[in-house]
């Protein structure tokens, strides 16, 4: 069973950078079939991709957030870690993790919420 | 940009069958996924490519996808079915998955 777990600091300063990872087991980041990707959530909101590398280290990112963020992967940890630079408290919400094969996203992480506040 | 419109709510009672719509153009040409998220936890994919399950999803769950309007039923409505309930495209002419804003299912 494949099962994924983000891990990095809850709380932020503005104009900080997030950063955080995923580790995955029972799958391999190496896996050609697959993508490893981050998703947010603020409170009481929707789902906003953000978005995804594949196991060449090819990455693709929501335009929104393109200028700000990085995805890569490390194989000899099996996981894969999202940076976000200069935060404001636009970027508070819960990050999850996941895997996706191209199409939809399965599983996720169980999140971890990320507070921008000075 | 591709949109996808969902009802904010949807009631029914236990028992009962539970439709959930998601509106797009012509999204009956894309592959619709439907994930369920309860409070407090991460979202929980439960159909993709229109009507498929994953494994470990009930029968319960199903899906069909047409024209302007993909839909998510539920049948027989359980208690523990109340959560939001979002759908997801990808959308090819921006290479961006697109989900819908997302619809509360509240079981009376």
């Known amino acids: 069973q494949v099962h994924l777990q983000e891990s990095g600091p809850g709380l932020l300063k503005p104009s900080q950078t997030l950063s955080l990872t995923c580790t995955v087991s029972?799958?391999?980041?190496?896996?050609?079939?697959?993508?490893w990707g981050w998703i947010r959530q603020p409170a009481g909101s929707g789902l906003e991709w953000i978005g995804r590398?594949?196991?060449?280290?090819?990455?693709n990112y929501n335009p929104s957030l393109r200028s700000r963020v990085t995805i890569s992967l490390d194989t000899s940890k099996n996981q894969f870690s999202l940076k976000l630079t200069s935060v404001t408290a636009a970027d508070t919400a819960v990050y999850y993790c996941?895997?996706?094969?191209?199409?939809?996203?399965?599983?996720w992480g169980q999140g971890t919420l990320v507070t921008v506040s000075s | 940009s591709y949109v996808l419109t969902q009802p904010s709510s949807v009631s029914e009672a236990p028992g009962e069958t539970a439709r959930i719509s998601c509106g797009g153009h012509?999204?009956?040409?894309?592959?619709v996924q439907w994930y369920q998220q309860k409070p407090g936890q991460a979202p929980v994919l439960v159909i993709n490519?229109?009507?498929d399950r994953p494994s470990g999803i009930t029968e319960r769950f199903s899906g069909s996808n047409s024209g302007n309007t993909a839909t998510l039923t539920i049948s027989r409505v359980e208690a523990g079915d109340e959560a939001d309930y979002y759908c997801?495209?990808?959308?090819?002419?921006?290479?961006?998955?697109?989900f819908g804003g997302g619809t509360h299912l509240t079981v009376l």
């Open positions: 996941t895997r996706d094969p191209g199409d939809w996203f399965h599983p």
């Open positions: 029972g799958d391999s980041v190496s896996n050609y079939n697959y993508h």
């Open positions: 590398i594949y196991s060449t280290g090819t990455t």
């Open positions: 012509n999204i009956g040409t894309k592959s």
């Open positions: 490519y229109d009507t």
């Open positions: 997801q495209v990808w959308d090819s002419r921006s290479d961006l998955p697109v």
